[in-house]
């Protein structure tokens, strides 16, 4: 079965607003096998949704409209459906007295414009809404099915729940969509996908066939794989085996295939092997060590950092040689490698990294142009120095350069395994 | 003008992503009096953006379409609309060029996939990608305007200033969308919409209306002011007018009402003074500095910071006293007071700022549950501290701890102006 979703309401085409419902909705009929199609947001203007709803009727077996169901006169959700199945809208009087008691239970009168919510397209099921005054509305046209649902998501998403049990999970045929994400770092989208593509191109063919989306985030690429499959078991098993075979060619460069940021697959690695860390940041400004505290229970492992914006700070209080700023410049692998040395020996940590760079916008030249960034890792047994050219905004260069620095430490830490 | 945003990429249609651009898009359409009629998400299947895009050209003289122009198989913006407006696809030579170039800056070899973003439906104006290797397309189909632009934010946005600025704003005439964003932190929603509502409530019916929508988000609440106004010079008049009229009911918790962030206000602050600043950081981790130096030209008036997670580096690197850590605990008043004194003192800055709080979701007691944060801010003439119970998770802890720490600074840097 195929889904359309389309939000109503002048609001979600502002720049202040966005509908969120869908994703609610996308995940509850994804988990029943209903894959979505297309989702679509309109004003309040009965003609156009008139047009969007007649083009998904084309594309889907399934429409799910949220908003619109209210009392005033922008709300066109009921006459938009009424005029594409070509019904009737009724006054249905059950309707009026169930809104006309919520409003006695407040000790107020119900305005009159609130049967508006009480009109509906003749042959409709109404779904009860326990949490506003708008009811839902379930309609049959042929082999589509179009379901009107409120906007308020606490008033949505009960009635959502109760549609999914009762009516469309018994429809379905058992077959169900079951996702996994890979996170990889430090490549190019191409690269990963010359290499990903004669793989997840042999999937779609299979039994349990395995879709497989690329998506470039800043600093990382992700690996969406989609299965289709009549139960868990059977999903698991087969993304179980496509997630080796993607590992098998892209190799240490897969961070997380469980939905870990890399910030908390570096902390599980220090947690496992006892290790605590400290950094010295200067281009990153503290974003290295930010993250790593976002993790729950990181303060088992981070013990304390320095943001040594100044060269008098990198001296200071981190015994960097003065000689060698002098030398070879802030930015650049021996000063690198001295602010992670000093700031592991000061700290008395496992692991002292160490983050020196350009991050712009102003301070680039010739030789060390803008997101020139510099990291060094040094643990008990190794010491890794790498200079990294990123490009972007400012904060886009700080957050590479955190990701460069997490993924040297994470592939220190697993280069034995 | 009407405008339809179409969205293109099956990642948009999961459960885990959401298209924010268009939010962005029609701010910058509604600013030159440009209406958004239809919002759409399409997976990537060609059949589906065809039949999407003849839909919207029906609707609308102007689509803009984001995504779907990288180099894989999954990319199928530029087939679809080529499709639609029934043109050859031709592959350009001089985006080859450009392309192969950008991979040649980095030091790498254009994989042959990429050759995909050359392939231009006939008659297309090629934009410019300054971030990326997907140029973006101008094409013309009678009455109607399709752009087509990349999906990553970075690559997009100044791509569609370009498009706005230079094709689309001269094309529009007249009475255009102006707004103005109010940013204030420090109070509840319900308070702010309790002042501010009786003020805005009248300006509806004024010669040039303002609507205003109130909008909560972590750490600090905005007052979007739109009005609509046959040219600039009359809505910044109104606009003006608006704002200072909210100012005098709200009070010193505005911080801004040009669009400026917290932290670019507190710099703006700073270097007007002519200040220096240090950071001692527990529960923020470093969050607090890495906001502080998102700012251009932060290394100006950031020193240096101290995030000291062990109660071992609040003693030996701030000169806390341990007996003060044994007595109030480490989320206490004096503890935080004693780690600004010591930072602002290691530091050799005119401004020190200590954060001692439990982020969660452990650690919290029932004298001091989670999201008990302390902030103490000592300058050369004041010092101030102040104790929060925050909630939510542990990153929105951290982030509305910064948020406070930079607003107590920015409040005691005012308070004689």
Known sequence: MNACIVAVGSELLTPFRIDTNSLLITERLNAIGVDVRLKAVVGDDVDELVQVL??????????????????????????????VLDRPLDLQDAIVESIRSRFAKRGMTMPDINKRQAMVPRGATVLENVNGTAPGLWLEHGQARVVLLPGPPREMTPMLETVIRERLAPMTAGVALFRRVLRIT????SDIDS???????????????????????????????????????????????????????????????????????????????????????????????SRLTDVPGSSDYVVASVVCYSNRTKVEWLNVPEELIAEHGAVSEPVARAMADGVRARAGTNVGMGVTGIAGPGGGSAEKPVGTVVVAVVTDSDARVKTFQFFGSREQVKYQSAQAAMNMLRLMMTAHV
């Open 54 to 83: 007649t083009q998904c009727l084309r594309v889907a077996d399934l429409v799910v409209c949220t908003g619109g169901l209210g009392p005033t006169e922008d709300d066109i959700t009921r006459e938009g459906v009424a005029r």
């Open 186 to 189: 430090g490549r190019a989208e």
């Open 195 to 289: 290499r990903a593509q004669p793989v997840y191109g042999q999937w779609t063919s299979r039994p349990i066939p395995i879709t497989t989306t690329i998506l470039a985030v800043l600093g990382q690429i992700e690996l969406h794989l989609t299965a289709v499959a009549p139960n868990r078991a059977a999903a698991d098993e087969a993304l179980e085996a496509a997630v080796a075979e993607l590992q098998g060619v892209l190799g240490s460069s897969v961070y997380s295939t469980d939905g870990r940021q890399l910030e908390v697959v570096v902390g599980d690695l220090l947690r496992g092997a006892g290790w605590t860390v400290a950094a010295a940041e200067s281009c990153t400004g503290g974003l290295l060590t």
